[in-house]
């Protein structure tokens, strides 16, 4: 059996409480018209149109202002008046048309054949002008005006689900924000096991291996030694798995937030009384430094003993501190391992494995705006940090690159983009909400705009039209004090100051007095309603008959006009 999609008990009720009521403005509509209403045609057929149309709209909204619009060019064959109660229906669906398409091009599109239709309808009926100024009036407002309201219910709608949208992602890159920032506090731990721990123990290895060559030791003591000094080899090789484990590759600056405590005087120190031979020279006045200025010439002088401790054991090493004007400059040389001691070196830790160690201090100082530089250097090694006293951050490190890009938005990636013209990246969030705010600004401009350039298109002409309809009126009283036989220049205070011009075909047809010209004038001022038309005959500027034409086509032929009296 085939699955069918019921719609939530929600929209149906909806639907059926917008049934009920363009229903009861049908049935109002249709009670007002009295005798004349047609039950068939004036009253179940709106039901049904109604019945289909309401739930069509959620799917077809065009289709169903087209169904209801067929009403409304229904009423242009009504001969008494065009005007009907389904006027509403048609403003109530063409408003859910701009409610529910957020396009505009197809909905005007529907909207403009609508108004070809109601044309077209007026223009094959030939219908008065009544019913062409009902055409050009009433039913594009009905159409139009509810379509732009829908238009702007539908713009501020959207500003408040996108606002929504924006609050959620925002909980969302706070949670990303607090996610980095553990990552980065886990880089932060492996860089100082890394630079604290990973050089304790390579000088506790060679301070360990030195005891192992000792003459004083038996055979027993130096199997221990290397017991023990092989345990302290799989601690570092442990310790550096764990590093991997935690440090993160992009991560943030290493280390920036632990406090260092000691100076690169006591580092050296506990090197030299490890037994690593170093040599160090400061030349300068000491400056005031930045505590991370500082931090980042101890990390470099430490990295590069736990080298030249790992790589060049019993090597001499040089350490060189120059302070200038603006910045310091770090050089840290070691020589190459004497001839008989490379296995030691062999043996002795690896915590520098997978270069992490020179890579980590290069992003430090690279962070700090300074520049580091490493190599072979007279058969040894050489590492020279050049540190500014003030920490300036370039805009091509990768800190700043980090910052340039922020936390994807909402799932997306590329959540910023380069403002044009400059370089200062705008949150996908700003530029998604400028977007749907500028589009809710222009649905409320055309939702003022768009009444006024139609009013400017249709008032003059409907205006023109009235003003036609109401000095061509001739009241009843006065027509009944025209008398016959009395010339113009007499009956011109009773005239109105103008004739009707758009008598239907079956007034112009009436038979007439030869010799005689025909002019009407409208008995009523109701504009929207055809009223009797009054018929005066003249025979030069002597009025010969008067009579009244039927505001509809009369069933049987006019009796001809009566002659004057004394024709």
């Known amino acids: 059996m085939p699955y069918v999609h019921m719609p939530p008990v929600r929209l149906v009720c909806g639907d059926l409480a917008l049934w009920v009521v363009l229903a009861a403005a049908t049935g109002y509509g249709f009670r007002d018209a009295g005798a004349a209403a047609s039950p068939l045609q004036d009253l179940c057929l709106p039901l049904v149109v109604l019945a289909v149309a309401v739930p069509l709209s959620r799917r077809r909204p065009g289709t169903a202002v087209v169904l209801v619009n067929g009403l409304c060019a229904l009423g242009m064959a009504d001969p008494a008046t065009p005007a009907n109660s389904h006027v509403l229906s048609l403003a109530a669906l063409s408003c859910l048309l701009g409610a529910r398409v957020a396009a505009a091009r197809s909905p005007l599109l529907v909207l403009a054949g609508c108004l070809v239709v109601d044309l077209t309808t007026c223009a094959v009926l030939r219908t008065q002008a009544v019913w062409w100024f009902y055409a050009l009036t009433v039913l594009p407002a009905a159409l139009l005006l509810p379509w732009l309201a829908g238009r702007h219910w539908h713009g501020r709608r959207e500003l408040v689900r996108e606002g929504w949208r924006l609050a959620r992602s925002l909980e969302e890159r706070q949670h990303l924000v607090a996610e980095r920032a553990r990552l980065t506090e886990r880089a932060d731990i492996a860089a100082d096991m890394h630079d604290s721990l990973g050089h304790v123990l390579s000088l506790v290895a060679l301070r360990t291996g030195a005891l192992e060559l000792s003459p004083d030791l038996t055979d027993r003591d ?227 705009a768009a009444p006024g350039v139609a009013a400017a298109f249709f008032v003059p002409a409907a205006v023109y039209l009235a003003w036609q309809l109401t000095t061509s009126v001739l009241p009843p009283s006065r027509f009944d004090e025209l008398t016959t036989g009395r010339p113009r220049t007499e009956l011109a205070p009773l005239l109105p100051d103008h004739t009707y011009p758009y008598p239907p075909d079956h007034a112009r047809s009436a038979p007439q007095p030869p010799g005689t010209r025909c002019e009407f004038y409208r008995s009523g001022r109701d504009l929207l309603t055809e009223v009797d038309l009054y018929r005066l005959c003249w025979s030069g500027n002597t009025l010969t008959t008067k009579d009244t034409v039927p505001a509809s086509r009369p069933t049987v032929p006019m009796p001809p006009s009566v002659p004057s009296k004394g024709s």
């Open 222 to 448: 130096r199997t221990d030694l290397a017991e023990l000094r092989g345990t302290i080899a799989d601690a570092v090789e442990q310790l550096r798995e764990t590093v991997a484990v935690l440090h993160d590759p992009a991560g943030a600056e290493p280390g920036a937030g632990l406090p260092v405590t000691d100076t690169v005087e006591d580092l050296l120190g506990r090197a030299v009384a490890s037994g690593v031979p170093v040599r160090w020279q400061q030349h300068g006045a000491m400056p005031v430094l930045s505590p991370l200025v500082q931090r980042g010439m101890y990390r470099t002088v430490q990295e590069a003993l736990t080298n030249a401790v790992k790589h060049a054991p019993d090597g001499e090493v040089h350490v060189r501190i120059s302070h200038e004007a603006d910045r310091t400059r770090v050089s840290v040389v070691n020589a190459a391992p004497p001839a008989d001691r490379p296995a030691l070196a062999a043996e002795g830790p690896t915590i520098g494995t997978g270069g992490r160690g020179l890579t980590g201090l290069r992003e430090r100082v690279t962070v700090l705006g300074g520049s580091l530089r490493s190599g072979p250097y007279q058969g040894g090694f050489r590492v020279t940090a050049v540190l500014p006293h003030q920490v300036a951050t370039c805009p091509g490190t990768p800190t700043s690159r980090r910052e340039a890009a922020p936390a994807p938005l909402g799932g997306h990636a590329g959540a910023a983009r380069p403002a044009p013209g400059t370089g200062t990246a705008v949150p996908e969030s700003v530029t998604r909400l400028a977007s749907v705010r500028n589009a809710a600004r222009r649905r409320s401009v055309a939702a003022f």
